[in-house]
């Protein structure tokens, strides 16, 4: 179920909940109004669903959720990063000194997807990890992405898009087993000197706010909080 207009969005089924909807609200420079959301929602039990859940919101469309008997499921940290060239710089001439600290990346295509949602359901688990149909959505937010992986076999990627010299790191995910053995630092910084590549003034990225390795690495690498959270809503529908 998709709309159009000037708020654009759609519904799939949750990661391996298919009871449960995933309504992407896109465009979020116009905040949908109580009746946008209603609609959607009076909808979706007619294509099955017994529960709902959004998308990470702003503040703005998650009022409006709320008003509509939504409750917050999850808080999300957002931090930004300007003039990430200078940070690259910095970074890769630390690495530069040490040749142990290099860790190889790769393109992953389309043939490893579902190695690509193994290592996300490890890192995250069955209730926040994403299957292989939304991993792919995750590729298509942007209108161009980069998918790259480190290990072998494959145990850590980063999912990386921009849209103009706006960039955003979509997604970061290490199997438990390899963490802090540096993978994720080495997929940041790939998916940065893509972006530095494309000119890429300033990156966006959001965690968790119990992410405490994820928010560590971020911002040991320059990024900034943000004021503002990012909140993921739910509703029973029966």
């Given amino acids: 179920m998709t709309g159009t207009g000037s708020l654009g969005y759609r519904v799939q089924p949750w990661s391996f909940q298919p009871h449960i909807a995933h309504l992407v609200v896109n465009h979020q420079q116009r905040v949908p109004t109580l009746e946008d959301v209603r609609q959607w929602t009076e909808r979706l039990p007619d ?27 999850q808080e999300l940290v957002l931090l930004e990063l300007n003039s990430p060239r200078r940070v690259l710089s910095t970074a890769l001439s630390s690495v530069a000194t040490n040749s142990s600290e290099r860790i190889a990346t790769w393109h992953v295509d389309i043939s490893h997807i ?16 994403l299957c292989e149909s939304a991993i792919t959505d995750v590729c298509a937010a942007t209108p161009r992405h980069r998918l790259r992986g480190a ?6 990627f980063a999912i990386s898009g921009r849209d103009g010299r706006q960039g955003f790191l979509q997604r970061l995910s290490v199997s438990p087993a390899q963490q802090r053995h540096g993978l994720g630092r080495a997929l940041v910084l790939d998916s940065l000197e893509w972006m530095t590549r494309w000119r890429v003034q300033r990156v966006l990225v959001n965690t968790a706010v119990d992410n405490h ?25 029966l």
Avoid at 114 to 129: H, K, L, P, Q, R
Avoid at 151 to 156: D, F, Q, S, V, W
Avoid at 217 to 237: A, C, D, K, S, T
């Fill in 213 to 237: 390795a994820a928010l560590e690495l971020y911002q040991r690498l320059g990024f900034r909080r943000i004021g503002e959270r990012l909140r993921v809503y739910e509703r029973m529908l």
């Fill in 114 to 129: 579902s190695e690509v949602s193994d290592v996300d359901i490890a890192a995250f688990g069955n209730e926040w990890g």
């Fill in 151 to 156: 290990g072998e076999p494959l145990a850590a």
């Fill in 47 to 73: 294509l099955g669903y017994v529960a709902v859940r959004t998308n990470a919101l702003g503040r703005g469309a998650g009022r409006q959720m709320e008003c509509a008997g939504y409750t917050v499921l």
